[in-house]
């Protein structure tokens, strides 16, 4: 990136693209960055804004083929970034500039926006088999920019970055079960819920070789043992804890919204139709929100 003063005007108004777009379409993390130390918060704002870029691509569209090729559009932009070539976007020209600065796997970028394009490639009402596929699709797209972040913080830790794995995992399974009103189609067949959950509680229908979940009164016991699985990985993020070096723990912050959303849904009886699921931050009043991360900062937790 060129010293001259129109280049770095460009990059801090890039830079100030990936903080707004953050605060806007993802404010519990927003939270999570402040904690951050300073010379990490670059890194982590334009991850986080790159996330923020392809998690909405497909739902600002009325076609999906639209969606796909935005998608797409990412996929490339990430290897010209990687090979030094300008591309016309705050958010790539933000991430040009990490990558100069900072030791960053390109491989956990490309893994990030290759889940969501398989994701957009599959047809409506497809749902994964398994809870395992499901949890690698979180991981994917959650746990991955905790990894980058901690390699651009030059954290180099076995244990940070399964604590990070877990705690992406959760998070991600959570923000799927929170999201669930949102993609549930005209049919009303729901997403994101695993044949093997549906099965076990009656939702699972299957016509012509194909699986779908049915939305009736016994979908919260889906989500109650979708919910569980994302509990496991914040409790096994947790028993890692004392393993984990002090300065990775602002990076591992977002365990705490986490836990705010799972709280909000047993409050919520796993009913994610409930509106108090859309209140506030997960649920909680901002000031409750912000009370509770500073109080697990200031004591280094997480």
């Given at each position: 990136?060129?010293?001259?003063?129109?280049?770095?005007?460009?990059l801090q108004a890039a830079l100030s693209y990936?903080?707004?777009?953050?605060?806007?379409?993802?404010?519990?993390?927003?939270?999570?960055?402040?904690?951050?130390?300073?010379?990490?918060?670059?890194?982590?704002?334009?991850?986080?804004?790159?996330?923020?870029?392809?998690?909405?691509?497909?739902?600002?569209?009325?076609?999906?083929?639209?969606?796909?090729?935005?998608?797409?559009?990412?996929?490339?932009?990430?290897?010209?970034?990687?090979?030094?070539?300008?591309?016309?976007?705050?958010?790539?020209?933000?991430?040009?500039?990490?990558?100069?600065?900072?030791?960053?796997?390109?491989?956990?970028?490309?893994?990030?926006?290759?889940?969501?394009?398989?994701?957009?490639?599959?047809?409506?009402?497809?749902?994964?088999?398994?809870?395992?596929?499901?949890?690698?699709?979180?991981?994917?797209?959650?746990?991955?920019?905790?990894?980058?972040?901690?390699?651009?913080?030059?954290?180099?830790?076995?244990?940070?970055?399964?604590?990070?794995?877990?705690?992406?995992?959760?998070?991600?399974?959570?923000?799927?079960?929170?999201?669930?009103?949102?993609?549930?189609?005209?049919?009303?067949?729901?997403?994101?819920?695993?044949?093997?959950?549906?099965?076990?509680?009656?939702?699972?229908?299957?016509?012509?070789?194909?699986?779908?979940?049915?939305?009736?009164?016994?979908?919260?016991?889906?989500?109650?043992?979708?919910?569980?699985?994302?509990?496991?990985?914040?409790?096994?993020?947790?028993?890692?804890?004392?393993?984990?070096?002090?300065?990775?723990?602002p990076v591992l912050l977002p365990a705490v919204?986490?836990?705010?959303?799972?709280?909000?849904?047993?409050?919520?009886?796993?009913?994610?139709?409930?509106?108090?699921?859309?209140?506030?931050?997960?649920?909680?009043?901002?000031?409750?929100?912000?009370?509770?991360?500073?109080?697990?900062?200031?004591?280094?937790?997480?």
């Open positions: 990136m060129s010293g001259t003063p129109a280049a770095s005007s460009s990936c903080v707004r777009q953050v605060r806007a379409y993802d404010y519990h993390h927003y939270l999570c960055l402040l904690h951050l130390p300073p010379a990490m918060r670059k890194a982590a704002f334009t991850f986080r804004a790159f996330n923020v870029e392809t998690a909405k691509a497909m739902d600002v569209v009325s076609d999906p083929r639209t969606g796909l090729m935005r998608l797409l559009w990412w996929k490339d932009a990430v290897d010209k970034v990687f090979a030094n070539k300008l591309v016309e976007h705050p958010v790539a020209q933000a991430l040009s500039s990490v990558v100069a600065d900072h030791k960053v796997s390109k491989h956990w970028l490309k893994r990030s926006v290759e889940a969501r394009i398989n994701d957009a490639n599959h047809d409506e009402g497809t749902i994964p088999e398994t809870s395992t596929e499901l949890e690698r699709y979180a991981e994917d797209t959650q746990s991955t920019i905790l990894y980058m972040t901690l390699q651009a913080g030059g954290i180099q830790s076995t244990v940070a970055d399964h604590a990070a794995s877990h705690i992406g995992k959760a998070s991600g399974l959570l923000l799927l079960l929170k999201a669930l009103p949102h993609h549930v189609n005209k049919q009303g067949t729901v997403p994101y819920i695993p044949a093997s959950v549906a099965e076990e509680c009656g939702l699972l229908t299957r016509e012509g070789g194909r699986s779908e979940v049915r939305m009736d009164e016994r979908l919260p016991d889906a989500v109650f043992k979708v919910a569980s699985v994302a509990e496991a990985h914040l409790h096994k993020a947790r028993e890692l804890a004392s393993s984990v070096p002090k300065k990775a723990i919204p986490a836990q705010v959303l799972l709280d909000t849904l047993r409050r919520c009886e796993f009913n994610v139709f409930d509106s108090r699921l859309s209140r506030g931050v997960h649920g909680v009043s901002p000031l409750w929100y912000q009370l509770k991360l500073n109080w697990n900062a200031w004591r280094n937790k997480y």
